[in-house]
């Protein structure tokens, strides 16, 4: 009889164990939850701030400062920001062409294009395309860094909405043709067109406006100095669709 007794009472241990697992599993997703909510909340930015016509260095010129000084042969940082309406419309055009067709459809989230991209990624068996907006590139540049983490993309999806919800399209693109990366220690469109043509981001014309636009996916590998077949292939393709 206590042999069959020990055989009746195991199922309740085993669900007594189960549930105390579940009670800690919960309680370790609810601290999670809570430490990254306080890490948003310390990493909310003061949007106010953003409306100032006056722009700080992103988070990814001073990651490119501090790691120049380990490494003093990279250039140096290259920024000479300027306000949108010294940016010419065709910059302007051939950037959202290439980056964000939808930009001033969406609240920041082009949940279109992300659909489209996890198809094709799916598709492919790898991650081929994003489906980043420049809001998104925007929040990244300003906030965050250049790691592909699911947490990482989690604080740029709210960081973005809170963007979105402050500043108006035109701020955000300001921001984004200002701080976007377009060669090693090259950021800003006036600081491009300094470094690739010598001459303002004003002068430039339609065909070197796309030549910058497509330099934005790898500035680094392709861009107008290297002029690489696939570079122009891109930039081709933007200038047609100007």
Do not use: C
């Not at 009472?9 to 919960?26: A, D, H, N």
């Not at 402050?166 to 976007?180: F, H, P, W």
């Amino acid at each position: 009889m206590a042999f069959l007794y020990r055989l009746r009472r195991r199922p309740r241990r085993s669900r007594t164990t189960r549930q105390r697992w579940l009670r800690r599993l919960t309680g370790l997703i609810l601290l999670f939850l809570l430490l990254d909510a306080l890490y948003l909340a310390w990493l909310w930015p003061d949007w106010a701030t953003l409306q100032y016509p006056r722009l700080a260095p992103s988070r990814f010129m001073q990651q490119y400062v501090a790691a120049r000084q380990y490494k003093p042969a990279r250039p140096p940082l290259h920024w000479q920001p300027v306000p949108l309406q010294r940016i010419p419309s065709s910059v302007r055009r051939a950037v959202i062409i290439a980056e964000d067709a939808r930009f001033y459809q969406h609240n920041g989230i082009d949940w279109e294009a992300v659909a489209d991209a996890a198809l094709i990624n799916w598709q492919a068996g790898r991650v081929r395309y994003g489906a980043s907006t420049l809001s998104q590139q925007t929040v990244k540049n300003l906030f965050l860094d250049a790691g592909r983490n699911p947490l990482r993309k989690w604080h740029e999806l709210i960081l973005t909405l809170g963007l979105e919800a402050n500043l108006d399209k035109s701020r955000i693109l300001e921001i984004y043709l200002n701080i976007a990366e377009f060669g090693q220690g090259i950021y800003g469109v006036e600081a491009a067109a300094r470094h690739y043509w010598g001459t303002g981001v004003a002068d430039l014309d339609e065909w070197q406006a796309a030549q910058l636009a497509a330099t934005l996916p790898s500035p680094r590998k392709r861009n107008p100095a290297s002029a690489t077949p696939r570079f122009l292939q891109r930039a081709r393709l933007i200038y047609r669709r100007m």
